[in-house]
């Protein structure tokens, strides 16, 4: 298959670490847009005229139509390569930010902010799916684990700056600012990233029939439905966690890109914890001890935090063990079928992206139904749904090279 000889390419280290390199400011683009707006939506619900809990419709949006693009895009990276996707989604992207910073109402911000959604939809399971390509089983983990590094650097130096930018200047100049950077992010991606290797003659072009065929693999489906879960109980809590530490700590505006750098080096230890221990103890385990980690300590975070500082500790402990549950979860998702390997991971995109749309909502519902007290509870309820799903259906020993058979002597 197509995916199979790109995959078994033996690339130069040194191309390698400038392919990984490339994907990192790719990953980063990515998730500085899922997380820009979360220390700027109260800024953008003042200025525009509506409540905190409508404007997580800009979340909504973007996630929405990620995920309905996501799904159609996965064949179509098996078809066309990596690379023209990912320039192309990077594109988009920035078309997208340059709309927000100017869109004169609510309205055609949520347009611009789906639109971004779209540019997404093609880049992140590219990206991933690429990572697959240039990295053995063995040492994907590592790999994951750097890209994951590199979007967290955005949560951890991007967003916080955005949000000082916020709230000196206006949330305007954060998009502003950003789409200057994804200007560069575009050219650099465009001009140094290699191309895709050649189809292999005669190999038949991967169609929407790879999409059945994938979710027809039970233990396949099940891991992209805990994924799902996953990001569910991640924005849960994390739409409106800038909104709970403002109102019910008095968290000045201008500071709540802490809660994002916090939870960013949360991440940023995690998947470098997560991602080199899976390579040596499994996967799977690190996966599901890290959804009852996380489980645990989203639920504290608003049960049980007397003072911000214990809040932000909790916080803090709760995205180490998404971290390591994230940069895990990736890499066995990229060996479920190498041979559709773009298709499995724009399906695994196109259900983040639908997580996000469950989170956001669930999370609102919750907060206008029993305050921002029974998040965390609800957060925690997903994040074991998901620990079962992986626990029961997925077992990592479908990757293990077939023992050697013994040939008797003569």
């Given amino acids: 298959m197509y995916a199979e000889v790109r995959m078994s390419l033996a690339v130069p280290r040194s191309q390698r670490t400038l392919i990984l390199a490339l994907l990192c400011v790719a990953s980063f683009a990515v998730v500085f847009n899922n997380l820009i707006i979360t220390p700027i939506l109260p800024d953008i619900s003042e200025d525009l005229g509506v409540k905190v809990a409508v404007a997580g419709l800009l979340v909504t949006a973007y996630a929405m139509v990620g995920g309905v693009a996501a799904v159609f895009s996965g064949p179509f990276i098996d078809r066309v390569g990596r690379k023209p996707v990912v320039v192309a989604g990077m594109t988009t992207l920035t078309i997208a930010t ?56 955005a949560s951890i130096l991007g967003v916080p700056a955005g949000a000082l930018i916020s709230g000196l200047l206006s949330w305007r100049w954060t998009f502003v600012l950003l789409t200057g950077l994804l200007v560069i992010f575009s050219w650099l991606l465009f001009s140094r990233l290699p191309k895709d290797a050649p189809r292999a003659e005669g190999q038949p072009s991967s169609g929407m029939s790879a999409i059945p065929r994938v979710l027809r693999d039970l233990p396949t489906t099940m891991a992209l439905f805990s994924n799902y879960l996953s990001t569910s109980y991640w924005f849960v809590f994390a739409t409106y966690m800038g909104a709970y530490f403002h109102d019910e700590f008095g968290l000045v505006k201008w500071a ?15 998947s470098n914890v997560g991602g080199r221990l899976s390579d040596n103890v499994g996967k799977r385990p690190v996966i599901v001890w890290s959804s009852a980690g996380c489980a645990l300590f989203i639920a504290l975070v608003t049960t049980a935090s007397m003072v911000m500082a214990l809040g932000f500790a909790f916080l803090f402990l709760f995205a180490v063990f998404g971290g390591a549950r994230f940069a895990s979860a990736q890499a066995i998702m990229t060996e479920m079928s190498p041979e559709n390997r773009g298709t499995v991971m724009a399906l695994n995109a196109s259900g983040q992206q639908f997580g996000i749309v469950t989170g956001s909502a669930v999370g609102g519902l919750v907060l206008e139904l029993w305050g921002y007290a029974a998040l965390g509870p609800a957060s925690a309820a997903l994040a074991l749904a998901s620990l079962v799903t992986y626990a029961m259906f997925v077992d990592e020993r479908r990757f293990a090279a077939p023992a050697p058979e013994l040939v008797p002597s003569s």
């Fill in 256 to 270: 709540l890109g802490g809660l994002t750098m916090t939870m960013g080096l949360g991440v940023l230890l995690g």
């Fill in 98 to 153: 340059a709309l927000s910073a100017i869109a004169p109402t609510f309205v055609t911000l949520v347009a611009a902010r789906a639109l971004a959604g779209l540019g997404v939809a093609c880049l992140t399971p590219a990206v991933f799916a690429a990572v697959g390509d240039y990295f053995s089983y063995e040492e994907r983990g590592r790999a994951m684990s750097w890209v994951i590094s590199a979007n967290t650097s």
